[in-house]
């Protein structure tokens, strides 16, 4: 049996929100029916492999340890893939580090207007997911900060020695992958196989990371304050929750 996080009395916003713990077995409550995340199964990491850049198809990655990052994954259909041809044709001809700086702006903007199903709408499915992520906050990964939007997810967090990236986000996938297509009754894909990642390169970076990622949902008109969308770290911090 994997211990999970100590069950803690969480103090209420204003307006109604969803009430959330760190656990996996707290409850949640959506519509009014209560749905009892499910206890999240460890996945065994991959073995040990030297850590530094390496790719998985078109991505590179940069796997730097014990090193803050900024991650985002996305769900399967958040953006087509024509819509990435496209602008990786606009954008051939130019030097590959303003490319990747230009896809990720455009990228960022698209998800944003939230397309598609955007299944983590459903406060059921985006519970599941936010407490995934809060399941091994400082047993695999201290948490700096996180936010689950419609379509897709953003964390910074500093994987713990011997816990490599791959496995973390592997992890937190697959759970949530099969813990969300059982609660809307569907099969096949749920997230895109893959993941961006930037490491943190000093402390101005880390804060300007985590102010991205807690005003994201500000951002993308879907509340006036970041404090305001209970999925994501700027509601914790604001209710003293984590």
Same mark, same amino acid.
């Not at 803050?68 to 893939?81: E, G, H, M, N």
């Given at each position: ?22 656990? #996996? $077995? +707290? ?16 996945? /065994?990491?991959? =073995? ?94 201290? #948490? $700096? +900060? ?16 011997? /816990?490599?990236? =791959? ?76």
């Amino acid at each position: 049996m994997e211990r999970g996080h100590p069950v803690r009395q969480r103090a209420q916003p204003a307006q109604t929100l969803p009430r959330f713990t760190c656990s #996996l $077995s +707290a409850l949640t409550r959506s519509g009014g029916q209560d749905v009892r995340a499910p206890q999240m199964k460890r996945v /065994k990491d991959p =073995a040990q492999k030297t850590y530094g850049w390496h790719s998985r198809g078109y991505l590179s990655h940069f796997d730097g340890g014990s090193i803050p990052q900024a991650i985002t994954f996305r769900l399967f259909d958040s953006l087509p893939k024509a819509v990435l041809e496209e602008w990786s044709l606009e954008l051939e001809s130019q030097p590959s580090e303003p490319i990747d700086k230009e896809m990720r702006k455009r990228i960022a903007s698209y998800l944003d207007q939230g397309h598609c199903n955007c299944y983590l709408k459903d406060s059921r499915v985006a519970a599941i997911v936010q407490n995934a992520i809060l399941f091994f906050d400082k047993e695999r990964y201290p #948490l $700096s +900060a996180w936010v689950v939007m419609p379509n897709h997810v953003h964390l910074v967090t500093t994987p713990l020695p011997g /816990k490599p990236l =791959a496995g973390i986000i592997q992890s937190l996938k697959s759970f949530t992958a099969n813990e969300a297509n059982k609660l809307l009754e569907r099969t096949g894909t749920f997230w895109m196989p893959d993941y961006f990642d930037r490491y943190i390169r000093n402390q101005k970076h880390l804060a300007t990371a985590i102010a991205y990622v807690e005003n994201n949902p500000v951002k993308a008109g879907l509340c006036n304050r970041a404090e305001d969308w209970p999925f994501g770290s700027a509601w914790f911090r604001a209710h003293r929750e984590w």
